[in-house]
């Protein structure tokens, strides 16, 4: 059944979605034409497109899941929605897994096209390929991070994921609980109030795991120039306060504490519960 409700839910959200990322895409090619065949004036118009395409693609796809998660889990279209034959929660999680892909993507045609950007970009400048992976890779040596590319790329792709599951964790669960009964008099203005508070919590909850937590990374300079990255069991609280109680400038320190990323799975699990558990038991339909 949950198989069906995820199809259905591509099925809903294919009618404008995906359009978005066409005309993206569609206006990058246009660009890409307009750099080939030298056409200067053309060139400035479609780039001046591309860069509020890529800004708008991003915030319509997040304006159209949130809507929608609204619309039929809360709002005028929840009376069918809730009188299928499955768990509310399922529903949930239908949408969370769809609302997934779909920003997953948008991100993806963000990068895709900012790549394009700075290859034109060097082109117009005369810079070739082969001088652009060469600074690559000086700046991925400088930053110590040469024979460590396996760990580099699975940390992007694991914060990459992290970073959407948090954001529509953030959205699901204010929805939910600002269309509660005893939030109804506030309106669409119940989920942005709740979304508001949530956002300042979770960033004084993630600034304070930051500073407090005992483990950070320790970042050296090595005689050769580059940065070195290790692991020590200490918090940033403590070093910023032995490092102003020894007079030395904070800028030339090097600890960054990883709290905030270790807290942040656990916030987003409880969140998640907490919000299947609204979808489940204290749903109130406009």
Sequence with gaps: MFSKLVKHEFRATRRVIPFVFLLTVFIAGMMTVSVALNLEAIVGITMGLLIIMLIAEVIITYALIVWRYYKTMCGNEAYLSHTLPVKPHLLMWSKFLVSFVWVAISYLVLAACMVLLIIIFAKGTGTTLAEIFDQLKIFWQAFGLRGHEVTVIVSIIGLFILSIVSGLTQIFFSVSLGSTSKLHKYGIGGPILVYVVLYFVLQIVSMAA????????????????????????????????????????????????????????????????ATARIVDRHTSVR
């Design 210 to 273: 930051m500073a407090l937590v005992p483990l950070a990374f320790a970042v050296q300079t090595t005689e050769a120039g580059e940065l070195s990255f290790r692991i020590v069991s200490r918090n940033m609280l403590e070093w910023f306060i032995e490092t102003i109680r020894n007079g030395e400038p904070v800028s030339n320190a090097g600890l960054v504490g990883i709290g905030s990323y270790l807290i942040l799975p656990v916030l987003v699990a409880v969140l998640l519960y």
